[in-house]
């Protein structure tokens, strides 16, 4: 499971699925912060995807590089206390880029139910599943 986390400390830059009216939206975001097996992202009120993490808490999020894919599975949630939601926008500067203010910004965090991890450049192909909940 290490390597999985490293792999994300270094590829913060994932595709996220939400569902609106029973069909996929995927949109590239940024992965703001990670602890454990919870991932946190940034977003504004006016973007689809708060509208659909409302009425859809499940979502999937995947980053691959060259031959590794990982994909994490879960349920977002978006009461983020306000302390980390002042740290995550402290800590990456886009935000500050685009919002005048850490409060101009909505967070969501998500809470890791599956976790699968590829690596294509194995014969065979490396495969692992991990069940969180």
């Given at each position: 499971?290490?390597?999985?986390?490293?792999?994300?400390?270094s590829?913060?830059?994932?595709?996220?699925?939400?569902?609106e009216?029973?069909?996929?939206?995927l949109r590239?975001?940024?992965l703001?912060?990670?602890?454990?097996?919870?991932?946190?992202?940034?977003?504004?009120?006016?973007?689809?995807?708060?509208?659909?993490?409302?009425q859809?808490?499940?979502v999937?999020f995947?980053?691959?590089?060259?031959?590794?894919s990982?994909?994490?599975?879960?349920?977002?949630?978006?009461?983020?206390?306000?302390?980390?939601?002042?740290?995550?926008?402290?800590?990456?500067?886009?935000?500050?880029?685009?919002?005048?203010s850490?409060r101009?910004?909505?967070?969501?965090?998500?809470?890791?139910?599956?976790?699968?991890?590829y690596?294509?450049?194995?014969?065979?192909?490396t495969?692992?599943s991990?069940?969180?909940?």
């Open positions: 499971m290490e390597k999985v986390f490293d792999f994300f400390n590829h913060n830059n994932v595709v996220l699925g939400t569902v009216e029973n069909k996929p939206k590239v975001l940024q703001m912060k990670q602890e454990g097996t919870t991932f946190y992202f940034a977003t504004s009120k006016e973007k689809a995807v708060y509208k659909q993490l409302q859809n808490p499940y999937e995947i980053s691959m590089d060259g031959s590794i990982v994909k994490v599975v879960g349920k977002a949630f978006l009461d983020i206390p306000d302390d980390m939601a002042r740290e995550i926008y402290n800590s990456n500067l886009v935000l500050s880029r685009f919002h005048d850490y101009s910004v909505v967070y969501f965090g998500l809470s890791a139910e599956k976790i699968d991890f690596d294509l450049s194995t014969t065979p192909v495969f692992r991990i069940l969180l909940a």
